[in-house]
């Protein structure tokens, strides 16, 4: 229900939302940055993520001169379809977010495994960097057999963690065969830009009707500040 309105609200806004979900240290915001530097001239980008006590993963994002959004969960970092509410409620507070074409959200991976993790997104994106496919398997966690894509990170590490990683991409697709599986290093940059056209097209098939909820949405809302 919430998802939903979440939903709506991206779509009248003519943007296109990916949320980004797993474990800690599986490289989101690494990625998240790759992004940003990659379509911050082409696109207007908005980052929301989930902050924990003692973490100021939005830093880093904020350098870029992007709209940031930083919701406090304690310690878990999870944000649900509420907690995104909340911060698209800041978003259209501070700022026209019909100008805003991608949204980006850092999340952590509920650790209840609830099936539950819309939170009115377009696309799931679930990580896991390619030592937690082996210690903690894909398979433990529902998501992945939900999400859109599923990007398997730290593929640099596949060598020294003697991990054959044909076999952990040939595991994904029989977890979710309907999920586009992207290997990557944000370290390297391997398969970073099959990612970035990844991205690129998902805007770019919303871009028509994103344009029309542009058109439609300054129409009947008067601007308070532009995103830059
Ligand atoms: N070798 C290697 N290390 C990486 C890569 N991507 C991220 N890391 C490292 O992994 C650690 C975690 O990366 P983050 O991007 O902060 O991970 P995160 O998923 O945002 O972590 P949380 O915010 O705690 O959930 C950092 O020390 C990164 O430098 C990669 O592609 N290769
Ligand atoms: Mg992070």
């Known amino acids: ?6 939903r709506a609200q991206f779509d009248a806004w003519g943007a296109t939302c990916l949320n980004l979900t797993s474990r800690s240290g599986t490289g989101k915001t690494q990625l998240l940055e790759k992004t ?7 696109l207007e980008i908005a980052a929301i993520s ?60 509920n650790h209840e495994f609830s099936t539950d993790f819309s939170v009115g997104e377009h696309h799931t994106i679930a990580l ?21 894509c599923i990007v398997l990170t730290q593929i640099d590490r596949a060598a020294d963690l003697k991990i054959d990683l044909d076999r952990l991409i040939l595991n994904a697709r029989q977890i979710n065969p309907k999920a586009t ?17 990844w991205v690129s097209l998902q805007v770019a098939l919303r871009s028509q009707s994103a344009k029309a909820a542009k058109i439609e949405y300054s129409r009947s809302n008067i601007p308070l500040r532009s995103v830059r």
């Open 128 to 148: 896991s960097s390619i030592a937690d496919c082996v210690s903690q398997p894909i398979a433990s966690s529902p998501i992945f057999r939900e999400a859109d």
């Open 36 to 42: 940003i530097a990659a379509f911050n001239d082409k």
């Open 1 to 6: 229900m919430i998802a939903a309105r979440n």
């Open 181 to 197: 599986i992207l290997p990557l290093s944000t370290a390297t940059g391997e398969g970073l830009a099959t990612w970035l056209n």
């Open 50 to 109: 989930g902050e924990r006590t003692g973490t100021f993963e939005t830093d880093v994002w904020q350098d870029f001169g992007i709209p940031t959004i930083s919701i406090s969960t304690a310690n878990s970092g999870h944000l649900n379809a509420q907690t995104v509410s909340e911060a698209l409620f800041q978003l259209e507070r501070q700022y026209l977010p019909s100008e805003l074409d991608l949204i980006l959200i850092e999340n952590q991976e």
